[in-house]
Structure formats: C-alpha cells, structure tokens
C-alpha cells in the first residue's frame, strides 16, 4: 500500500506555515501532497491562510473578509514571507496539493480557478463542512473531495458518503476501529491528523490508514519503514 504524507500547511513544523517558503520546502522535502488553507479576501482573492483573521501568523490584525489583497500584502506572515494567493502557490511548487476550504463562497471561487486551470487532475478540495463538500462537487465535475473531521463519530464516514466525498481526514486523537472499518467497507480512503511523533506514527501505520497529515518532513523518510 502507498503510504501518503501530507505536508501540513507546507512543512508548519520548520517553516511559517502557509507561506511559498513552507510550500517549497514541503516539496523539497518528498512531501506527496501539500495542504493550503484558503480563505476569501473583501476583494474576492483567495488568500492561503488558517485563521479567519491575521492576528496569529502575521504583523497585522483583523478579518480576511475585511481586507483587500494590497493590504494582506503589506503583512509580514513569518521570516519576510508575504502571504500568498492559491494561483501563486499553483506556479512556485508542482506537487499535488490538499486545498482546504472554509465555506461555499470559497468553493465557488475555487471551482472558477479549478475550471479554467483544469485542476480536478492535481488538486483534492477538503472541508469541515458538508455543504461545502457538496458544493465543489457539484461545480466541478470529477473533482476528489475529502471530508475533515476533529470531534466525530462513525457517522462521519455516513456523512462523507452523502456529499460524494471519496477520503475522510481525521483527527487521530478520537478515531477507532470502529470508524476505520466503517470507512474501509464504504469505500472510503483515511487521512489521519495531526502526525508529528513515532507513536502517532505506529498507530495510523498499525490501523492501516492512508496516509497522515505532518507538521515535519521527517514522517517521509520514517513513515515507510514503521509497521
């Protein structure tokens, strides 16, 4: 089975996460996909950002949803780097990527650049929200969806299979068997998040998932050797 590891953020764990550094460097590093967060501008850009506001990874504060791109543009968002639009993330690497979105308004603006850049091939769109799972899957034709989870239940593999999401993306901290098996007999690829250590690394390995989500790009090199 081919084991994925999934640069979270780019490589958050060394770099400042969701910067074209973090992404290049995830790359550099043999990464099998890179997740982005993305969020809307006031302007309508689609800024690569965590957070809802700018408080945290940059020099500034506020909302996204009330800035305009010159102004995120101003902002420090860790070691000089400025914080990035999608289209820029899609020229400075090449590795598939792990596109996370926060609501529709984003799906659709990320099925318009998804459509005319012809992206179903290279990029996966996730969410923690069904509706916006839904969405992207009935704007883009085709398009691999994963559905994310922190705090769930086995009904989540029910509920990734009534918005046509092919992977789930969980939280490792509260999967079990019970959703691993329920997941597996739907069809359905598993994610597990957050892996940064060994032991978390022996459990995914041990419950046959996937692939994991990593802060650092030394899960590569180990997590192909661990059982």
Not at 77 to 90: D, I
Request: charged share 25%.
């Amino acid at each position: 089975m081919n084991f994925l590891t999934i640069g979270h953020r780019g490589v958050m764990g060394v770099e400042p996460e969701n910067t074209l550094r973090s992404f290049v460097a995830a790359q550099q590093a043999g990464l099998d996909l890179i997740e982005l967060d993305l969020h809307l501008s006031k302007d309508g850009a689609l800024v690569v950002m965590h957070d809802a506001d700018v408080d945290r990874t940059t020099d500034g504060s506020g909302p996204i949803a009330e800035k305009t791109l010159p102004e995120l543009r101003a902002l420090d968002a860790g070691r000089g780097e400025r914080v990035p639009v999608f289209e820029e993330v899609l020229e400075a690497v090449h590795s598939p990527l792990q596109a996370e979105i926060k609501n529709v308004a984003a799906a659709r603006a990320l099925a318009e650049v998804m459509r005319a850049r012809d992206l179903t091939a290279r990029v996966e769109v996730s969410s923690f929200h069904d509706e916006a799972v839904a969405e992207m899957s009935r704007l883009v034709p085709g398009v691999r969806t994963a559905l994310i989870a922190s705090r769930y239940g086995p009904d989540v593999v029910d509920r990734a299979v009534a918005v046509g999401a092919a992977t789930v993306c969980l939280n490792i901290r509260r999967l079990t068997l019970e959703t691993v098996e329920h997941a597996r007999a739907s069809g359905l690829r598993i994610i597990g998040w957050v892996v940064n250590s060994q032991p978390q690394l022996r459990l995914v390995r041990a419950l046959e998932l996937d692939g994991a989500t990593t802060d650092y790009p030394d899960i590569k090199r180990t997590g192909r050797f661990t059982a």
